[in-house]
T-cell receptor, first 113, second 115 residues
């Protein structure tokens, strides 16, 4: 069965600091990988996704993620965070041909001005 | 794109009562998903439909939960004989099943409180 681990539950950063949130999944075959973000009071929305091609994918608001197949990882990065990035971030996996999308437990990011 | 809409936004009910939630997906999306989210956790898969067919149901889902999507458009999720442990945010999402890697589009959710 597919599963997702997010090891950072709560991250606090100052504005302009660099961000990296870890995500590891367990599934040996073809996967589709996603990062979703939930801003306070809003619904979950897609930040970026990977399903094939260049393992470095770029999303909205300057976020990017790198798919490293050998490490079963899909870490999220941003070179310089802003206060408006304060939100909860969820990594998700959808194993190829298996339609359920499984989410991690999420990482709460707090950016201090 | 009018987005995924869910109704009601909030529901407070007494233990033992039945509740029903509705989800209207994005019109051209043929896949519809129900998730449950509790505080400090990620969305937990409940069930999903492709058109009107319910293709998977979580083993964690008790027989008190049932979902329908009768005409392949809107969906309802019913919880019978609610328990306090059912208190959670119930999320609906839809996607285009024919496109690989098609992301889920979420609604704002229905927050259920069982007293």
């Amino acid at each position: 069965a597919q599963s997702v681990s997010q090891h950072n539950h709560h991250v606090i950063l100052s504005e302009a600091a660099s961000l990296e949130l870890g995500c590891n999944y367990s599934y040996g075959g073809t996967v589709n990988l996603f990062w979703y973000v939930q801003y306070p009071g809003q619904h979950l929305q897609l930040l970026l996704k990977y399903f094939s091609g260049d393992p470095l994918v770029k999303g909205i608001k300057g976020f990017e993620a790198e798919f490293i197949k050998s490490k079963f990882s899909f870490n999220l990065r941003k070179p310089s965070v802003q206060w408006s990035d304060t939100a909860e971030y969820f990594c998700a996996v959808n194993a190829g041909g298996y339609q359920k999308v499984t989410f991690g437990t999420g990482t709460k990011l707090q950016v201090i001005p | 794109d009018t987005g995924v809409s869910q109704d009601p936004r909030h529901k407070i009910t007494k233990r033992g009562q039945n509740v029903t939630f509705r989800c209207d997906p994005i019109s051209e999306h043929n896949r519809l998903y129900w998730y449950r989210q509790t505080l400090g956790q990620g969305p937990e898969f409940l069930t999903y439909f492709q058109n009107e067919a319910q293709l998977e149901k979580s083993r964690l889902l008790s027989d008190r939960f049932s979902a329908e999507r009768p005409k392949g458009s809107f969906s309802t999720l019913e919880i019978q004989r609610t328990e306090q442990g059912d208190s959670a945010m119930y999320l609906c999402a839809s996607s285009l099943g024919s496109v690989r890697g098609s992301p889920l589009h979420f609604g704002n959710g229905t927050r259920l409180t069982v007293t």
